[in-house]
Every structure is written in structure tokens, then in C-alpha cells.
């Protein structure tokens, strides 16, 4: 039996970007004795990294804005597959959680009249996004640590413990969400949940958080594709720890490309441009200098953009009189575009398109607007964007498909006290989510999973025993976690003498295999052939083998990662191969259009194998089964929200005449 050090908590949250430090201070704040757990530095999270802003509809910069046209055009985004209930919370709580931020000290860019200022972005109808220049999720995560001090200095007063109620684990990675069955058997004896298995990155110790809910807030997966804007904490763990503690996964196919990635030179390609860029005015051209973005307005958006250059350009300085730009389009749209010019021959010399700022506005306004655009490409590319045009190309950013989660409270399904927030859960964003609504998602749903984990685990202390984890499980995760070092041995029914394989290699090739083979446009046999490459992975992942030992390892971390890049990658290609349609960020040359009565599927992932792939690799048909669900019926009055011949494109039959 592992010996080691188990804590007791009320509720454990796993992450700590926006989502995981908005649900922590709400637990706290409920009463709830919470502890954060982060693999990175506290305070490295993406959340840090986010540029353009958070949409929310304060109507500061147009009056004409309110949640009612932010919900529409949140499901115009997503292709209405959104999870329409979802959508419509964060369109009336997002200004209360960008205003609540300000009262914690954050500090916004301001209109000339003292407002918070908002900016324009692709899919918005009004300026929307609340920013501070292009550095906005640094002022959010900044303002939330400073919040969760605050709380910790209230609990020195009281307890004489700053960590007395809300403490932070950084550094720490979570492998396992632990279950038990309940004593009293409530809820017919179903599995609960009862922790979370980490361990320390530095030092490889092992210890156990003890709690009756855990929030999964560990952001997004897109470590398993090669050219991506997401750092090294994005391997899919909280998707995986979802799977398998029993949680099902909802429409993984939706993986966003953000059309405007870095392309040159080669050790950045895939990083960031934001799209504040084109929000401030910068236009897209190809190598023979057109705006060719007018050449890729859907039939679904004609009469919203405009259809020339002039009126495009008068849009910026009179919104009111013209129609917007069609670089501001949402991105799959201008994803698929770029991806288009390329193709054909008219990309620039390093496989890009230019995207230009430095011809639409002063040099001085440029530096102060995207002070970190500037930087960027100056020390990096070594072009100054005040003078000369950006390479840009599509990068892999942002995953729509999450967990599943109820829209009200972020509980998942069949899993009593887990709770996913923030890009790891699914639904908000339907097959597309619109720039500047993730920050909003993060404290919506953030605070959202906080109140109703806390909720949850007083009540689950209160009268019967807290649920704790066995020690069979425990010891099963511990060698779960162990087993990278002892990987040399040959598997059963293999030739002995097997050399581990290497997890830095591996990395490499499931990147490669999905943005290849179930990148931005999919086609069916390259996706069969990539469930081919993933089984064979999964097979040479269970050899996965490490030297040294336990003390600061990243090669040990990785192979540990490596167990749920393959899960969440397998979903993608499984569900990408199922919905034979385009819609979002799915795109299928081989199914080009969106078919109405595919906006009614759901497609759930689950696993069929809850050892996790602790099991040698698994069925050759893999790990995870796909089922179909029915989207909920959109609530009338929000559906009167639009006109009914927009409906037509989205709707299907029954569902405009039921
Ligand atoms: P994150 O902020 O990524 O936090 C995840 C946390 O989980 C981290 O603390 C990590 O260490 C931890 N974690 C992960 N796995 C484990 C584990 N196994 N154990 C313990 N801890 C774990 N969105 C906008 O709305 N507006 C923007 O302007 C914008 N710009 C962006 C720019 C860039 C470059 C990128 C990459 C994204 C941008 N986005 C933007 C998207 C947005 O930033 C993210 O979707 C969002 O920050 C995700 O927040 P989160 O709280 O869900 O996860």
C-alpha cells in the first residue's frame, strides 16, 4: 500500500486560469474550504496570454448593444449548436463579471469619457470587447491573485492561517479525480467523487487532496496538434480526467484554427497574432496584394459585411451607416479562407497571407493599441509591423468540445460532485466560439462551478461520512503514475527486449498525425488513417519509458501527458469522422455543406475502457464509444430573438414548425 500524505478539502479545483481562480474565490466565498491545484507557476495559465479582451454587452462604446444581441450573435458563431441555455447566462452575466472585476482592482482601458472601453472583434455586431491594450488576460489573472490574497489576509485575521480556507498547490499535477462509493448508499450507492491523485513536479511526491467536489478547469488540448498557439499545459488533462472518472465528452470535433498564427521563422510558427489586429483595422492580403477576404463572404453572412473595400473602411469611423469588414467575419470563416489563398498558390513566402496594420494607421497608434503585436514580431521575426506587413497562417487555438455539463450549475454527468469551467467544458461555444467570449465564459461559468461545488460539499459533510478514497485506488494511480520507469520490460505476447520508446517522439507524432490528418479541413479516409496511427500510438504509449528518477523530470511528465493527448485525441477523429457535415470549426471536404438536421446531434464521447488505458492498449477498435443526443429544443422566446428567415438556414423542419 502507497504511504503518503493525504489533505482534506471541501472543494479541490484542478487549474488555475481564469476559470479555476473565479470558481475557487466563489467557493471560499460560499464557506467552502478550497484548494487551488496548478501544474504551472501560479499565475502562468492561458489565460494570461489572452490579448484582444472579454466580450461582455455594456453597450459603453455603442448604446445599441445589450445581452439580447450578444446571445445572437453568440449562436450565429456557434452555428447555433450551442448550448442555447449557456449562451444565454453568459450573455446576461458577462457585464456583472467585468464589472465585479474593476470593483477588485482591475483596470480597463477607458472611452474618452471614462468608460470601460470595448473594441471590436470577428462575429461581435458592437465594440465589445473590454481590454487593456492587448495584454488583457494578465490584468484578469493579475486582479483575480490579488483578489484570492485578499481573502487569504481576511483568513490570517480569523484563523491566524493565511491558508486556513483557500490554499494554493502550484507546480502540482492532477492524474486521477478519486471516486468512492457512498456508505449510505445515497443516490442508489452511486460513485462519487472523493479527491484528486497529484504530484509535485519538482520533487515527483506523491500526495492525495481529499474532497467531495473537485472542478476541472484545466483549459484546452491543443498540445496534441503541431502548429498551435497553446503552451505546454495544454495536453487535454481535464477532458481525460473527465473520461475517465466517468464523464462523457460533448461534440470534440469543434477545434478552433485561429486564422492569424505567426508562420516564420520556423520556431514560433503557430504563435499568436491577435485579433485585435483586424478589430484595430488591419486588413488581410494576398501575395498578389488583394483584400481577398471579399472573395469568402457565406451566403449566412452576405447581408452583414460589407461587400466593398470602401465600405468596409468607412465601417471603422461610421458603424452605424455601413457594414463591417470581412476580416472581422468569424474566424472559421477566415481560416478557411487563408487556407484557400495558400492553396492556390497567391500565399506569401513562408506559406502564410499578410495581414497589414502598417498602411491603416500611425506607427504611434500601432504601438500603443498592440504594444504586444509590436513586440512580438520584433524580437521574434524581426519585422517591424509599423512599417511592413505580418506572415500569418492558421494555428490551432481553442477547443469548443468539453466536457458535458449542466448549463445552470457546470455539474458533469453521472459523476456526483465533479464540475467542470472554462475551456475544458463543452456547449457555450456550439461548433464556434466567438473571439473575446472565452474570458467571459471563464468567470461566468467559473463562478457558476464555485457556488454550486460549494453548495454540493457542505452539504455532502453535513450528517453522513465524507466520501474518501480507497486505497486501491490510490495505490493504482501511484503506479499508474510510476510506471514510465519501469517501461523496458516487454509486454505480453511481444518480442522481450523491447527498448521503451521515447515520449518526446511520440509527442512529435501524434502532433504531426493530427494536423495532418484531422486539422482544419478533414476528409474521411485520412481520418480513419489517423484512428489507425492513434491505436498504434496508444499501443507504443504504454512503453513510454524515462530515465532518472523523480525530481524535476519533464520527460516523465510527458510520458505521463501522453495517456490523455491520446484520449481526447482519439475523440476528436472519432466525432470529426462521424458528423459528416461542415459546420464551424469542422470543416469535411468531403461533406462541404451544413446540414440542418445535424444542428439537432449532440455527439457524447465515453470511454469503453474505465482502466484508462491502464489495460496493455486497449481494444484495436479503440478506447472511446460515440453516442448521439438530441439538442435540447431552443426556449421560444429566445428563438424570437432572431428573424425567421435566419432561422432557415439553422433550423430544421420540426424544429421551426414544432
Ligand atoms: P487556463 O487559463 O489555461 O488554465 C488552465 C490551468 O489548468 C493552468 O493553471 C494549468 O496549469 C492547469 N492544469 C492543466 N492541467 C492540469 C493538471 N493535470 N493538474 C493540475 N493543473 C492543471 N480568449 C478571449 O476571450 N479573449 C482573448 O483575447 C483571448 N486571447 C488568447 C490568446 C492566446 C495566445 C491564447 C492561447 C488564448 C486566448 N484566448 C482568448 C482563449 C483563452 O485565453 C482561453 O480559452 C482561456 O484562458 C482558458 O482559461 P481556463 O481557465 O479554462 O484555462
Redesign the pocket.
Same mark, same amino acid.
Given at each position: 500500500m502507497t504511504q503518503l500524505e493525504r489533505q482534506g478539502w471541501d472543494v479541490v479545483v484542478?487549474?488555475? *486560469? *481564469?476559470? &479555476?481562480?473565479r470558481a475557487a474565490i466563489e467557493a471560499r466565498e460560499q464557506g467552502a474550504r478550497t484548494a487551488v491545484? %496548478? @501544474?504551472?507557476l501560479f499565475g @502562468?495559465? !492561458?489565460?494570461?496570454?489572452?490579448?484582444?479582451?472579454?466580450?461582455a454587452s455594456m453597450g459603453n462604446v455603442n448604446s445599441g448593444d445589450n445581452w439580447q444581441v450578444h446571445f445572437r450573435d453568440t449562436l450565429r458563431g456557434g452555428k447555433f449548436l450551442n448550448q442555447w441555455r449557456m449562451a444565454e447566462l453568459h450573455a446576461r452575466e458577462a457585464p456583472d463579471r467585468v464589472w465585479e472585476l474593476e470593483t477588485w482592482g482591475a483596470l480597463f482601458d477607458r472611452t474618452p469619457d471614462g468608460k470601460i472601453s470595448q473594441r471590436n472583434f470577428g462575429g461581435h455586431e458592437y465594440p465589445r470587447?473590454a !481590454?487593456v491594450g492587448d495584454r488583457?488576460?494578465l490584468e484578469l489573472?493579475r486582479t483575480l491573485q490579488q483578489k484570492i490574497v485578499s481573502l487569504q489576509q481576511e483568513d490570517f485575521h480569523e484563523f491566524g492561517d493565511y491558508e486556513a480556507r483557500l490554499k494554493v498547490f502550484q507546480e %502540482?499535477?492532477?492524474?486521477r479525480v478519486l471516486k468512492t462509493v457512498s456508505d449510505s448508499g445515497s443516490a442508489a450507492g452511486e460513485d462519487r467523487v472523493a479527491g484528486t491523485f %497529484?504530484y509535485e513536479r519538482e520533487s515527483g511526491r506523491f500526495f492525495v487532496l481529499e474532497a467531495p467536489a473537485v472542478v476541472l478547469?484545466? &483549459?484546452?488540448i491543443?498540445k496534441s496538434f503541431k502548429v498551435t498557439?497553446?503552451?505546454w499545459?495544454?495536453?487535454g488533462? *481535464?477532458h481525460a480526467?473527465a473520461l475517465l472518472a466517468g464523464a462523457p465528452l460533448l461534440n470534440m470535433e469543434f477545434v478552433q484554427f485561429h486564422p492569424t498564427g505567426m508562420v516564420w521563422p520556423p520556431s514560433v510558427k503557430g504563435?499568436?497574432v491577435?485579433?485585435?489586429v483586424r478589430g484595430d483595422g488591419g486588413v488581410l492580403r494576398n501575395s498578389d496584394g488583394k483584400r481577398f477576404m471579399f472573395d469568402y463572404i457565406p451566403d449566412i453572412f452576405k447581408e452583414k459585411y460589407a461587400q466593398t473595400e470602401e465600405e468596409g473602411d468607412r465601417w471603422y469611423e461610421d458603424p452605424d451607416n455601413n457594414r463591417r469588414p470581412p476580416e472581422l467575419l468569424p474566424r472559421d470563416e477566415v481560416a478557411r479562407a487563408i487556407n484557400s489563398e495558400v492553396k492556390a498558390g497567391r500565399g506569401s513566402p513562408h506559406g502564410g497571407v499578410f495581414l497589414d496594420v502598417s498602411t491603416r494607421m500611425p506607427a504611434e497608434t500601432i504601438r500603443r493599441r498592440l504594444p504586444s503585436m509590436y513586440h512580438q514580431f520584433k524580437e521574434l521575426a524581426d519585422v517591424d509591423i509599423t512599417a511592413e506587413a505580418m506572415e500569418v497562417g492558421p494555428t490551432c !487555438?481553442?477547443v469548443m468540445g468539453g466536457v458535458a455539463v449542466d448549463s445552470d450549475t457546470a455539474a458533469t454527468r453521472d459523476v456526483p460532485g465533479l464540475y467542470a469551467?472554462?475551456?475544458?467544458a463543452g456547449g457555450m461555444h456550439g461548433s464556434n466560439r466567438l *473571439? &473575446?467570449?472565452?474570458?467571459?465564459?471563464?468567470l461566468v461559468f &467559473?463562478r457558476r462551478a464555485g457556488l454550486h461545488a460549494a453548495q454540493y460539499a457542505i452539504a455532502a459533510g453535513e450528517g453522513t461520512a465524507r466520501p474518501r478514497p480507497d486505497s486501491a485506488q490510490v495505490d493504482a494511480a501511484a503506479a499508474e503514475a510510476l510506471r514510465p520507469f519501469s517501461a523496458e520490460g516487454p509486454e505480453p505476447g511481444e518480442p522481450d527486449g523491447r527498448p521503451p520508446e521515447n515520449p518526446y517522439t511520440l509527442h512529435q507524432e501524434l502532433q504531426q498525425t493530427m494536423n495532418d490528418l484531422v486539422g482544419i479541413i478533414r476528409r474521411a479516409p485520412e481520418m480513419e488513417q489517423a484512428l489507425e496511427k492513434l491505436a498504434g500510438l496508444r499501443v507504443r504509449a504504454q512503453r513510454a519509458g524515462v530515465e532518472g528518477h523523480r525530481q524535476f523530470n519533464p520527460g516523465w511528465h510527458l510520458a505521463l501527458d501522453l495517456r490523455?493527448m491520446l484520449l481526447v485525441s482519439e475523440c476528436v477523429a472519432r466525432a470529426a469522422l462521424e458528423r459528416t457535415e461542415s459546420r464551424g470549426g469542422h470543416t469535411r471536404e468531403d461533406c462541404p455543406a451544413m446540414e440542418r438536421e445535424w444542428r439537432r446531434v449532440n455527439l457524447l464521447c465515453r470511454l469503453t475502457d474505465v482502466s484508462g488505458g491502464l489495460a496493455p492498449a486497449g481494444p484495436p477498435q479503440g478506447l472511446i464509444a460515440l453516442a448521439r443526443e438530441t439538442t435540447e429544443p431552443i426556449r421560444p422566446d429566445l428563438l424570437g430573438l432572431f428573424e425567421k428567415e435566419e432561422l432557415v438556414k439553422y433550423l430544421a423542419e420540426e424544429e421551426l414548425h414544432g
Open positions: 484542478v487549474g488555475a *486560469g *481564469g476559470a &479555476g481562480l491545484i %496548478c @501544474k504551472s @502562468k495559465a !492561458h489565460t494570461v496570454m489572452a490579448e484582444g479582451g472579454i466580450a470587447l !481590454h488583457t488576460g489573472i %502540482c499535477t492532477v492524474t %497529484c478547469a484545466t &483549459g484546452g491543443g498557439s497553446n503552451s499545459e495544454y495536453t488533462d *481535464g480526467l504563435i499568436l491577435t485579433e485585435s !487555438h481553442y469551467a472554462g475551456e475544458v *473571439g &473575446g467570449n472565452s474570458l467571459s465564459d471563464l &467559473g490523455n
